[in-house]
């Protein structure tokens, strides 16, 4: 019955619809960022792939290996080989370099990172889109799909300085999305030298035998008195790095939802307002008939509540319109370099942003429904 | 307490449907109180039409809106068949009202969006009637103030007339003790106020519905068994 009169007020229900439509937009956007860095992360992780850091380290920026760690590592046990024998292990380094955004003014940093010949099959969905993999002691280097996407001038055959050193681009690699996607790659020997990094590293991936062999792998590293390590399986690793990220992109979220939802509900406070002081006399009737105070309030709720899930689902519906799949890039808190990541609404997204609008609206639809509920029914009965 | 016309005629405790005992009613508009009725004493019988006048502001709106459990005395009490409706709590009061009250307007106050025969099926959404029951009832109520043809047109489709005798049956589908009028020809043509007046006086001879018509009209007025006459809050006179 409510709601067949919202079509009777149609504009002020379309404002308070917007309105919400607008904040779950907002809100699902923002969400999908941070549900597109745990995406990219936790895909790029494999459960039989062991990342090696100096203890204590929290990430790679953080971390440091010395040149005598790499064979304790290399001999550990557990460690897969190839037909010939060579340890599948990736000694790497990160540095951080600085590039023009495509399209922009301005400069962000690029993740360069140092690696082994092996550093291709250690990661699940390496695979190569354009030219070829760099030459071991070149200053050949591959790009990330998502790095030639968003920064000027890198491209398969072109030329960039960075450091100092002039690096050839000579292949273009996928990562389907996971973060190896938004670095640059190029060989860990050259990488120290041009950035006075001496024989160190920051980490080291190691592809294991088996998904079970990660315990006896990293047993043998903590026992080992030569080094001092934390070894944590790829998974592991990732789904920490993504937390922090996860946690400013969804509070950033979450407070502009907060900001802009207080409009929001100005503006469904005032069609329940309207939409109640429209049927004054229609509420005052019923409850003359015996209509209690709970059913009157329920159908204002019910009203409101209709209008900000229709705005919910709008909301969320446009941002998967317009955003899913699209490829950005920002700062990676964690790393300090430009990660690239797709938007990426989910189902649970849409429903947040459908139950935020339920939410916002329910709280502007409670005022005008106590009111309602509260009006003498003498009182209504004479309104016109 | 006030010596009122209609205590001498008092029916007997059997018959009584509704005993109002002192009742004041008093409002607070901008700071000044305002007695709106003054220690009124009334008895109604059971199966009786009563028409209820008086200059505007004679509280006669007031006491219909008392009897039907709308508002309550400042003072007094108020019995409604033997209930003490005054001391009812307010949701039980609307349960009361549900069961044992029909109120007529003067404006209809249909719900535009329903049709006539949503409408009067409202009041059944308070009982514990099967869907088929309601509607059995509802068009038993709308054939008997001739719409029965009109039961899917909202009220915007209906003349004046016919959207008030749509009121009317809403007021009678759950066979209310008591149907309370509120000027219900006041916003209507002669023609089609008789025809209601007429409906009414119908509902009152042949089913014994005890009907409270507060009206402007003497015309109105006439088609009541009695006319009670307010002034300034008190009853000051009887006409039949």
């Known amino acids: 019955m409510n709601l067949r009169n919202i079509p009777a007020r149609w504009t002020s229900a379309l404002v308070a619809v917007i309105g919400i439509a607008g904040v779950s937009l907002v809100l699902v956007a923002v969400l999908s960022i941070a549900e597109g860095f745990r995406a990219a992360l936790e895909f790029s992780g494999s459960e039989d792939v062991a990342i090696v850091l100096r203890r204590g380290s929290t990430d790679e920026l953080t971390s440091g290996l010395g040149q005598t760690s790499i064979p304790v590592i290399t001999d550990a046990p557990g460690i897969r080989r190839t037909a010939a024998g060579a340890a599948l292990v990736s000694p790497e380094l990160f540095v951080i370099v600085d590039t023009k955004l495509r399209n922009k003014d301005t400069t962000a940093n690029t993740p360069l990172r140092g690696v082994s010949p092996m550093a291709p099959r250690l990661r699940k969905n390496f695979e190569l889109l354009q030219g070829r993999l760099a030459h071991e002691g070149t200053n050949e280097v591959i790009i990330g799909n998502g790095v030639a996407q968003q920064y000027e001038g890198l491209a398969v055959g072109r030329i960039v300085r960075w450091g100092s050193n002039d690096w050839h681009i000579v292949g273009r690699f996928s990562d389907r999305g996971g973060i190896a996607e938004s670095e640059v790659w190029a060989d860990a020997a050259l990488v120290q030298q041009v950035f006075n990094r001496g024989a160190s590293y920051q980490s080291a991936r190691v592809r294991l035998t088996s998904v079970a062999a990660f315990q006896a792998f990293k047993d043998a590293l903590d026992r080992d008195p030569r080094v001092n390590l934390r070894v944590e399986r790829e998974t592991v690793f990732y789904a920490e790095q993504q937390q922090l990220m996860q946690k400013l992109v969804s509070g950033l979220g979450w407070t502009l939802a907060t900001m802009m939802g207080l409009g929001a509900i100005l503006a469904a406070l005032n069609t329940m307002y309207n939409a109640v002081a429209s049927r004054v006399r229609e509420i005052a009737t019923l409850r003359a008939m015996g209509f209690g105070a709970a059913p009157v309030i329920a159908s204002v709720l019910i009203e409101s509540l209709v209008l900000g899930a229709v705005g919910g689902l709008l909301g969320g519906v446009l941002a998967y319109l317009l955003l899913n799949g699209m490829r950005s890039s920002t700062l990676n808190f964690q790393t300090f370099s430009q990660m690239t990541y797709a938007f990426t609404v989910t189902p649970r997204l849409l429903l947040t942003g459908i139950v935020y609008g339920l939410v916002l609206t329910f709280l502007a639809g409670l005022l005008p429904g106590i009111r309602a509920a509260r009006t003498p029914i003498t009182t209504g009965l004479r309104e016109l | ?240």
């Open chain 2, 1 to 240: 307490m006030q010596d009122n016309v209609a205590h001498p005629d008092a029916p007997q405790a059997t018959d009584r449907v509704v005993q109002l005992r002192g009742v004041t009613k008093l409002y607070t508009r901008g700071g000044e109180v305002v007695r709106v009725l003054e220690m009124l004493d009334l008895d109604l019988p059971r199966g009786d039409f009563v028409a209820l006048m008086g200059p505007s502001g004679s509280g006669k709106t007031t006491l219909l809106n008392l009897i039907g459990g709308l508002d309550r005395p400042t003072e007094g009490s108020i019995e409604v068949d033997g209930l003490a409706i005054d001391r009812l709590s307010s949701a039980a009061l609307g349960r009361w009202r549900a069961d044992h009250v029909g109120f007529v307007f003067q404006m209809y106050n249909l719900l535009p969006v329903l049709s006539a025969e949503r409408n009067v099926e409202l009041p059944l959404l308070l009982t514990k009637l099967s869907r088929r029951e309601r509607l059995q009832r509802v068009h038993t109520a709308l054939a008997l103030v001739g719409l029965e043809d009109r039961a899917r047109h909202r009220p915007r489709e209906l003349s004046g007339g016919q959207e008030q005798r749509v009121g009317i049956a809403r007021a009678i589908v759950t066979d209310p003790t008591l149907l309370l009028c509120d000027e219900p020809t006041g916003d209507l043509d002669r023609k089609s106020g008789d025809e209601i007046l007429d409906l009414l006086r119908a509902l009152n001879q042949e089913f014994g519905k005890t009907i409270i018509m507060v009206t402007h009209d003497p015309r109105a007025a006439e088609r009541a068994n009695r006319t009670l006459h307010l002034d300034k809050g008190r009853l000051e006179r009887q006409t039949h």
